[in-house]
């Protein structure tokens, strides 16, 4: 491969990182044989009806319940699979996360499940608390995305306003025997906070959630207080009916970012890796990357190999305004206004979802004629900054990315090329 068609190739880098966490590629090898007696198989997040079709391809039909983004369902031959709203819940995640309660409920010691989880369960696996209602824990939900705060955080509050995560859905299977296949989606990979840890305990409590929603300002009805100054159902880590669970991530961003940059060091690029683990403002982290690549492009010397920056992790995004975004477009873009059409300086950021936001668009990709571009079609760049409004800016230059359904999801992938 050769970088000659710059955003081409930064755009295969990505292809490639979501390659490689493809569930139908990197499931099977991580699967005991089936045990003898009854298997249920469980799951929830964008994921996770791939990772179903990928355990029925190992292990044919399969009993059991799993629930995905609605457009993220796959053919199963055995495993239910239900399609329910993301990344604000709703009525069928609802059902759906009852439904697997019940379904594992009541199994026995000789019995085993099988529980695939990946990032998206937190809102697809909702059944609020008692007192609760749902249209309240939408609300909650949509608070919280709005709001900044970083995602072990928002799944801190999740936890104790569900009956489901937080390890209660593993604890409602025991004394069955559980193993747990996890694809994760958080900085530092932590297993409790995927998906707001369904099958693993934690030691957060409901006035740590209280303490979060203060934190970053997050208007809550009386009645999630209430519930929060209950208590909660959330499972602590040391709790029996979670010693027959073993929690396993097999697939996580470190490993996409590791494939990427092999492709690229065969092309000729020296690579540096910035870590897959950046959390922060979208638009601040993009601001220090911005500096980092002006500083590398002015030390370069003609004849220099191209300078490849890789990081991963999950960055956000304060709304301030009404415009349709997402972390990774805001970051390109923030990005481009930063670089101010520096030359020899190309970006792409994508959630390897496919889903950046709540838009239909993985992320977009920028270079030196970006700005440019914008002017051309009389689009002010940094209006659109301010608004939030990313995802129409580069749709508008013809900058974004969209690759739909992408069956699986290791956070954001972020590649910024500099010179060659």
Known sequence: MTISDRHGFLRALFDKAVEVADPIRSLAAHLPPKPQGRVVVIGAGKASARMAEAVEAAWGPCEGLVVTRYGYGRPCKGVEIVEAAHPVPDEAGNRAALRMLDLVNGLGEGDFVLALISGGASA???A???GVTLAEKQAVNAALLACGAPIDR???VRKHLSSVKGGQLAAAAYPAAML????SDVPGDDPAFIGSGPTVGDASTPADALAILERWNVAVPPSVRAALDRGSGVIAPGD???????NRIYAAPAQSLAAAAEIARAAGCDVRLLGDALEGEARDVAAGHAAMALAIKAEMRAGDSPVLLLSGGELTVTRRGNGVGGPNAEYCLALALALDGAEGIDAIACDTDGVDGAAEVAGAVTGPATLA???TAGIDAAAALANNDAHSFFGAIGGSVI?????TNVNDFRAIL???
């Open 180 to 183: 747990a296949l996890l694809i």
């Open 128 to 130: 609020p608390v008692e």
């Open 418 to 420: 500099i010179g060659g």
């Open 373 to 375: 571009r914008a002017r």
């Open 403 to 407: 690759t739909g359904p992408t069956l």
């Open 124 to 126: 697809l696996l909702v």
């Open 154 to 156: 928002m799944n801190t």
């Open 240 to 246: 029996e009916r979670l010693s027959r669970v073993e």
